[in-house]
């Protein structure tokens, strides 16, 4: 999901993938002179899509407190690592690049994806087809709030603080009733704009030994913390999407909570981003195809709740094999026969149209 497509270094690789600016990535044709595409960060965004399908296929298990646990756990990063990514990538971005991109790994995917889901729903459950492209369906909404990030990356350029400003921002959505996917864009922009303000130099600090040590302290940490708070606290907060009154909340603790959330979020970024190989190892090519990847599990997952398969894994070692089949699940759709089959919808080449 998170763009050398929503999950490089701001680069076009060498191996035919480029950059869609979603933190995931697509295949489109290979261009000539591009820079080597960073292991590290193609590393970080497969495990972190990886993390994406887990979550949801662990949605339809909800009740059950480990696995509660663990949803509230990996949903307070794993979306910011891929929105975090996304900025780092549209600072390196330029000119007409920039906006082919936007239009054939953002634009378009999404509407094409916005009408397939709802045909899905109406194939596989019997729901009415209704295509709206302004009220995302499931998985969409990253697309629609990724063109609201990239469309802002100018105004972030100029403010002397952006940091602050895109913070205080994502403080002040959650006082005023906004349309979900407005509110999301909102919160998680802080993430986008931090992303923008990082340089290869801060990364390179993630990867100091006495780092790596904390960041895993805090990782095993983090599973132990949600145990305890899966219970008194909603994870409506780390989904990012709702107003302090839908979450039952004034403004000033509103504020709090959410601030804390941003918080967390940020250091357990930081700690995934310090712990993924910043070498090449066998998933590393998995990296070019996580946008395919986020936005083709979502017809599984959901082929799999409305066919009743979660009645029968409501148990641990049913959500262990729930887990595994989504890792499974994530892998297959990296393949590249996957990417060869599905490029027409995930990166569309669109020669005829574009110049």
Avoid: K
Avoid at 4 to 19: D, H, I, L, P
Avoid at 125 to 154: I, M
Avoid at 224 to 231: I, K, N, Y
Avoid at 267 to 280: D, G, Q, W
């Amino acid at each position: 999901m998170t763009a050398s497509t929503g999950t490089g270094t701001g680069t076009t690789g060498t191996t035919g993938t480029a950059t869609t600016g979603t933190g995931t990535t697509a295949t489109p044709p290979p261009t000539t002179g591009a820079r080597p595409r960073d292991p590290h960060l193609d590393n970080a965004r497969f495990l972190a899509v990886v993390l994406v399908v887990a979550g949801h296929a662990w949605a339809p298990l909800a009740g059950m407190g480990a696995v509660d646990a663990m949803h509230l756990a990996v949903y307070t990063f794993h979306l910011p690592v891929f929105v975090l990514i996304s900025g780092y990538l549209e600072a390196n971005s330029s000119g007409r690049d920039r906006a082919r991109r936007l239009f054939t790994g953002v634009l378009v995917p999404y509407l094409i994806f916005e009408a397939a889901y709802p045909a899905w729903a109406a194939l596989v459950a019997g729901r009415h087809f209704s295509w709206s492209p302004f009220e995302p369906y499931y998985v969409t909404w990253f697309l629609l709030a990724l063109l609201c990030w990239r469309l802002s990356a100018p105004v972030w350029r100029l403010v002397r603080w952006p940091v602050p400003i895109a913070v205080a921002v994502a403080l002040a959505a959650g006082a005023v009733a906004l349309p979900e996917i407005l509110q999301r864009a909102l919160v998680l922009m802080p993430f986008f704009v931090l992303g923008m303000r990082l340089r290869a130099e801060h990364l390179t600090v993630l990867r100091r030994p006495a780092v790596r040590v904390a960041a895993a302290a805090l990782l095993l940490l983090a599973p132990v913390a949600a145990l305890f708070l899966e219970s008194r606290v909603d994870a409506e907060w780390v989904h990012w999407r709702a107003d302090f009154a839908g979450l039952g909340q004034g403004v000033p603790l509103g504020v709090a909570v959410r601030a804390a959330a941003l918080a967390a979020a940020t250091l357990l970024t930081a700690a995934f981003l310090a712990l993924v190989p910043s070498r090449h190892v066998w998933f590393t090519r998995y990296g070019s195809a996580t946008l395919q990847v986020y936005l083709l599990h979502g017809f599984v997952v959901l082929a799999a709740t409305w066919a009743g398969w979660y009645t029968y894994a409501r148990s641990i070692p049913g959500a262990v094999i729930v887990t595994v089949a989504a890792v499974g699940l994530a892998l297959l759709l990296a393949r590249p026969i996957v990417a060869r089959v599905t490029r027409w919808a995930v990166a569309p080449r669109l020669t005829w149209l574009l110049r």
